[in-house]
């Protein structure tokens, strides 16, 4: 029996509900899945079944959204998210770690949540989805990757200013990032000897200390000492050269040392089509590449192919 995904409903005001049923639409007879949150808040044209448990999904999966039901507390109008409900959204994402930790799915595709309509209403502790599953699986490292068919990319550094990036950047924090960023690609993505490409922090990666020493001082002996270990590494590499097509072809993923150097990168080649995942984690969880859209909720507006996308690669790393 090949075990679901499980799809966590996210800001019920928000996109969400509908993304997830079109993606089901799509991938019904592909990828086993199951929907967890309040069925009221599904569109009213998408087949679904109430199940009782996460072991009926494959069998009703290719003829109706199998739901596992997860009422929440407040009312829901597309676009205006309701704080009565942020503790029922939280409750959904630890309900589905506990359903994939035990065995009972493959993995977790969360839909994307509204962080101050849980922080108003439950006193949500966490920057976002990855640091609360973090604490969830017992307080991993986690690392995030942007995936889509052309590039991987992960950010060493995410949401801090950039004035901050050369102070958060550590020899600690970067071997971190390669080793679970090796090790996830090995495990969940199947590349045996994965190959990492490193970039520089500065632009044209210091060029010989004239725009910055970081490259000279510490991040390349450092990414030397890490390959004499045994780690497939090219770098620090300038960071505008690193992803044309030839360039890409030469590795499995880019480590970045700040957020946006990462982002704009895929966001440009794949807009549509990334998808977030979270590397450290014992289990699977992936994310579409979006947030709640609030302004088109409700108006059969969303573009479901980065949920799509999302689903696909869940199920794939859970194979893996």
Known sequence: MTL????????????????????????????????????????ADVPFEIIDSAAQAGDVSNRALPVLTHRLAGVVSPGLPDPANAQGVIDVIARAVDLVMSGAAAGVCTAPIHKKALKDGADFAYPGHTEYLAALAGGCDVVMMLAS????????????????????????????TIEITHDGLRDRFG??????????????????????????????????????????????????????????????????????????????????????????????????DHGTALDIAGKNAANPSSMIEAIRMAHRMAAA
Not at 10 to 35: F, Q
Not at 154 to 173: F, N
Not at 217 to 233: K, N
């Open 149 to 176: 068919e052309q590039l991987r990319v992960v950010p060493a550094t995410i949401h801090i200013a950039l004035e901050d990036v050369s102070r958060a950047l550590t020899p600690a924090l970067l071997r971190r």
């Open 191 to 288: 590349v045996p000897a994965p190959r990492i490409a490193i970039s520089g922090l500065n632009p044209h990666a210091g060029e010989g200390g004239a725009m910055g020493r970081q490259e000279i001082d510490w991040i390349a002996p450092f990414v030397s000492q890490m390959r004499s270990e045994g780690y497939e590494l090219r770098g620090p590499l300038p960071a505008d050269t690193m992803f044309h097509a030839a360039a890409r072809a030469s590795y499995d993923a880019a480590i970045c040392m700040y957020h946006d150097q990462a982002l704009i990168p895929i966001k440009t080649l794949d807009f549509d089509r990334g998808v977030n995942v979270t590397l450290g984690l014992p289990f699977v969880r992936t994310s579409p």
């Open 4 to 43: 679901p995904i499980v799809l966590t409903c996210g800001e019920p005001a928000g996109i969400g509900p509908e993304i997830a049923a079109r993606a089901w639409a799509t991938l019904a007879d592909k990828v086993p899945m199951m929907w967890l949150g309040d069925p009221r808040h599904l569109p």
